[in-house]
Nanobody, 133 residues
Framework: QVQLVESGGGLVQAGGSLRLSCTAS????????MAWFRQAPGKEREGVSC????????YHADSMKGRFTISRDNAENTLYLQMNNLKPEDTAMYYC??????????????????????????WGQGTQVTVSS
């Protein structure tokens, strides 16, 4: 049974930084493409960033480019999201998600499938990020 556990959320002032972690178990982590999503109250879940199973390719949504960095440590079964220069509009519940795919994942990045929630069948419970102005 796949289990994803997020941590690292919290309350931070605008301009501050947080590093989210997602620890995976019950799966062969290196076989899974991973992503971060977020959902604010009253809004749809949106893709933040994704990373291929090798860690060699990443994608960040436009509003996160230059501020967020996704990475992974396949030896530690852990996914990360470094968030810098946080803004109040980044306030949301952040979720990690996993999808198993035999491809290298590059097409998923090109087509933006990697940030489509429907592409994922394994989700964590979320960690809250609140950015005060």
């Amino acid at each position: 049974q796949v289990q994803l556990v997020e941590s690292g959320g919290g309350l931070v002032q605008a301009g501050g930084s947080l590093r989210l972690s997602c620890t995976a178990s019950g799966l062969t982590f290196k076989d899974y493409h991973m992503a971060w999503f977020r959902q604010a109250p009253g809004k749809e879940r949106e893709g933040v960033s994704c990373i291929t199973k090798s860690g060699g390719n990443t994608y960040h949504a436009d509003s996160m480019k230059g501020r967020f960095t996704i990475s992974r440590d396949n030896a530690e079964n852990t996914l990360y999201l470094q968030m810098n220069n946080l803004k109040p509009e980044d306030t949301a519940m952040y979720y990690c998600a996993a999808r198993r795919d035999t491809s290298d994942g590059i097409l998923g990045i090109i087509t933006r499938l990697c940030v489509n929630p429907a592409a994922y069948n394994s989700w964590g419970q979320g960690t809250q990020v609140t950015v005060s102005s």
